[in-house]
């Protein structure tokens, strides 16, 4: 096996490969979970003038006890051009523009009407209610920048800025690849020594959570021939293949055999890592190709701290910053590896977050993964980390 490296220079390695993928328009409704290639500036104020910050009656800023006559409404999309004086007032609807001369919103709640006259039931000031123009946003303020992920929020803000469409990075193409004659598809029933692939939906779905374009799993027999065949396909097609078993060095391993005769190089294989070790990742102009343990724990771990950074990078989105906690009980070191535990995270005392082993740790102990909330690093030692010891934490994604 060639040179073990630390979690840290196999990020490192991964990220140095990755050339970000060209930018796209698309429109805002089409955005979501995409990540912005271009700034958004808000292209006017917004709101666009003074309007109702509620229902009720527009008028002159003034004391309580006040008999106004209506004279007027100002509705949403609907504006007056009726002046409003000190005796007057105007029924004004939330987010409806202001009329002319009008100070201030008395809420409907807040007067006591009699047909065409109200009286006011408490004192109003200038700007009581009301939404100023350019309150949320100024005309060419920066709004988004670039690298956000576009959530709902986002997207509402960059309409309201103005934009009918957005710059975004394209998705990156992705090919999960699943090795193993033992493996069959989810619900088939299973032979002897045959176990269902549960990988392949895992690692698909963990590529669209990042947002790549993925297709579902193939599944790859221990054969040379086919693996060569299936991965100069996902060559072709895609800008990150992402294999599942396979990498070891055992007779039916044939991953690494062919992705060397298909001139893919070898940046790295072997992690000191815990689940994960026999990570492998090579590049071949441009594509990047990652060789995970075929573990259903492995692959999860591999996936959230290499393959996840590399799909966020092509995209031009940054990693979150690195989170810290408090073990929430002791934890025995691996002598030569980093462990990567499945930890739940809770707030103690209202104050302290604390991570707590979501269960057994095994490579294959698949329900692990479920319900945990990230990766907890414990660095490589022997000694035992007792609780209260502050450790990393990175995204695990599930």
């Not at 229902?55 to 051009?81: F, H, I, K, M, Q």
Request: aromatic share 2%; with cysteine.
């Amino acid at each position: 096996m060639s040179r073990v490296i630390s979690i840290k220079e196999a990020v490192t390695q991964v990220l140095s490969s990755v050339t970000p993928l060209p930018a796209e328009d698309v429109s805002v409704e089409d955005a979501l979970d995409r990540v912005l290639a271009a700034d958004v500036s808000a292209l006017g104020d917004s709101p666009p003038f003074a309007c109702s910050a509620m229902d009720g009656y527009a008028v002159r800023a003034g004391a309580a006890g006040r008999t106004l006559t209506l004279v007027a409404e100002s509705r949403a999309g609907s504006p007056t051009d009726r002046e409003v004086n000190e005796r007057e007032a105007i029924r004004i609807s939330t987010g409806a523009a202001l009329p002319p001369g009008a100070e201030a919103v008395i809420p409907q709640e807040n007067v006591r009407r009699d047909r065409s006259q109200i009286e006011t039931l408490s004192a109003l000031s200038d700007g009581d209610n009301v939404r100023a123009p350019g309150e949320d946003m100024r005309a060419g303020a920066l709004i988004l920048s670039t690298g956000t992920a576009l959530g709902p929020a986002e997207l509402g803000a960059a309409v309201a800025a103005g934009a009918g469409s957005v710059a975004v990075s394209c998705r990156p193409r992705a090919t999960v690849l699943c090795t193993g004659d033992e493996l069959r598809a989810p619900g088939e029933p299973l032979g002897p020594g045959e176990i269902h692939n549960s990988n392949g939906p895992m690692l698909v779905s963990l590529a669209r959570r990042c947002g790549a374009a993925v297709s579902p799993a193939l599944r790859l027999p221990d054969e040379l021939a086919a693996t060569e065949a299936a991965l100069a396909q996902a060559l072709q097609e895609s800008d990150v293949i992402v294999i599942s078993g396979g990498v070891s060095v055992g007779p039916h391993d044939h991953v690494k055999p062919a992705l060397n005769h298909l001139g893919v190089t070898e940046r790295f294989w072997g992690v000191a890592l815990q689940p994960g070790k026999p990570t492998w990742f090579g590049t071949r102009a441009g594509k990047l190709v990652f060789g995970l343990p075929g573990n259903p724990v492995s692959s999860a771990v591999t996936f959230s701290l290499f393959v996840r950074p590399a799909l966020l990078a092509l995209q031009g989105a940054s990693d979150s910053a690195a989170e810290h906690a408090i073990l929430g009980q002791s934890v025995r070191g691996n002598p030569g590896r980093e462990q990567a535990l499945r930890v739940k995270l809770e707030r103690r005392a209202g104050r302290d977050l604390v991570a707590v082993p979501n269960g057994p740790q095994g490579s294959h102990i698949i329900t692990s993964l479920v319900g945990a909330d990230a990766l907890a690093l414990i660095p490589a030692g022997a000694h035992e980390l007792p609780a209260g010891t502050v450790i990393e934490l990175k995204p695990l994604l599930n």
